[in-house]
Every structure is written in structure tokens, then in C-alpha cells.
């Protein structure tokens, strides 16, 4: 059953922005810590930011300041604001629930990814 | 260059045993569980171990976890072809106050 799903992704240009959303259709997303992973092609995983319950939210440094998390509870989704994109940022972005109930950031739910080329 | 690190690639021959190694530090490791998890080629990550040595429901007990100190390490026994995947530890940095991921471990059933 698909309970995670991102869209969103595209090409783009340096410097432009886009917007990835992540619809649940089995979690209630505000009662859910909610991520995105991003995966640079040919490359591991990394952890881009977080929303967790309320307004706490983690981001990575080399994304601080240019990508906003947020969450719409009467959508159920959540999104990931990339702004100032760089060719860095290139990458299949993956959202991913954390298991709030166990220990050490369990990414338990995972999307099929939704690929971020940025290139001129 | 990841917080957590594991051997880039390990290989073993069907039915055999093979150990895949995770080193942290005392920010992370040393004082968090870790997670598994495998990524079959072109597919999403899925979790495969979580607080150390707990599998969630459906993964065989062919996989398990450990720790000890600032180390995880992941066992494959009865390894199979469909084994061939990318194993990826992670667990929470207090320093980073994030969660991290190791560098990713090729695994090649021969």
C-alpha cells in the first residue's frame, strides 16, 4: 500500500526554487515527525530537515537558511521550500516518517523519491 | 565526508555469512540506538534494524544488529542474491541534535 508520496521535483535552473510536497494517506502527519533525505546521484543518504510535533524543525547546514519545511494538517502533507538552489542540490529527495515511539531516528515510511535536477 | 563510518563495500558468497561494520562516536553511537536500513538498487531505503537489534514485522531473521561502545555492526546470515543491496546504518547526533547516516556499504553476493 503507498502511504508517502512526493511530488514536486523538476528541473531547474541555479538560483530558482521549487517546492516538493509528501501526501500521507495512512499517517496523521501533525501526530508524525516528518523528514526529508536527500540521495546526490551515486551517492549515500543525507538527512536535509525535519518537522517534528509543533513548530520544532532541523535542518542541515547545507541547507540552512535556503530550504523551509512546513506542514498543511488539513492536507495532510507536508513540503519542502528549496530556495537558492544550487547544482549541489541535485539529489532524489525521499520523505520519510520517524517513528516518534522509537529510539534513534527511525525512518520507518519511506516514499518513492522525487527527483531535483538543478542545471543550467 | 558522513558522521557515521562503514566499509564502502563487503562481499560473500551465497549461503555464507557476511558482517557489516558502523562507527560513531560518543555524540551518536555511543549514546543512541542504531538503525539499519537496505536500499535495493533503484528503489527507497527500507528499514531493516532498528534500536540496535530489533527487526520490524515482514524482515527475516536472517538480519541482525548489534552494538557495542560506538559501534554497530549488521549480520546477514544464509545470504541470497536478492540480499545485493546497499546497507545504510543511521541514529541520532546530540552534537548535530539531528539524525546522521553512515556512508553507505555495497554488499555483493558472488
Known amino acids: 500500500e503507498v502511504q508517502l508520496v512526493e511530488s514536486g521535483g523538476g528541473l531547474i535552473q541555479p538560483g530558482g526554487s521549487l517546492r516538493l510536497s509528501c501526501a500521507s494517506s495512512?499517517?496523521?502527519?501533525?501526530?508524525?515527525?516528518m523528514g526529508w533525505v536527500r540521495q546526490a546521484p551515486g551517492k549515500g543518504l543525507e538527512w536535509v530537515s525535519v518537522?517534528?510535533?509543533?513548530?520544532?524543525?532541523y535542518y542541515a547546514d547545507s541547507v540552512r537558511g535556503r530550504f523551509t519545511i512546513s506542514r498543511d494538517n488539513s492536507k495532510n502533507t507536508v513540503f519542502l521550500q528549496m530556495n537558492s538552489l544550487r547544482a549541489d542540490d541535485t539529489a532524489v529527495y525521499y520523505c520519510?516518517?520517524?517513528?516518534?515511539?522509537?529510539?534513534?531516528?527511525?525512518?520507518?515510511?519511506w516514499g518513492q523519491g522525487t527527483l531535483v535536477s538543478v542545471s543550467s | 565526508q558522513s558522521v557515521l563510518t562503514q566499509p564502502p563495500s563487503v562481499s560473500a558468497a551465497p549461503g555464507q555469512k557476511v558482517t557489516i561494520s558502523c562507527s560513531g562516536g560518543?555524540?551518536?553511537?555511543?549514546?543512541?540506538?542504531v538503525t539499519w536500513y537496505q536500499q535495493l538498487p533503484g528503489t527507497a531505503p527500507k528499514l531493516l534494524i532498528y534500536?540496535?537489534?530489533k527487526r520490524p514485522s515482514g524482515i527475516p531473521d536472517r538480519f541482525s544488529g548489534s552494538k557495542s561502545g560506538t559501534s554497530g555492526t549488521l549480520a546477514i546470515t544464509g545470504l541470497q542474491t536478492g540480499d545485493e543491496a546497499d546497507y545504510y546504518c543511521?541514529?541520532?547526533?546530540?552534537?548535530?541534535?539531528?539524525?546522521?547516516f553512515g556512508g553507505g556499504t555495497k554488499l555483493t553476493v558472488l
Open positions: 518537522i517534528y510535533r509543533g513548530t520544532r524543525t
Open positions: 520519510a516518517r520517524i517513528d516518534p515511539d522509537r529510539s534513534g531516528h527511525v525512518a520507518d515510511y
Open positions: 534500536e540496535n537489534n
Open positions: 495512512a499517517f496523521i502527519v501533525s501526530s508524525n515527525y
Open positions: 543511521g541514529t541520532w547526533d546530540s552534537s548535530l541534535n539531528g539524525g546522521v
Open positions: 560518543s555524540s551518536n553511537i555511543g549514546n543512541n540506538y
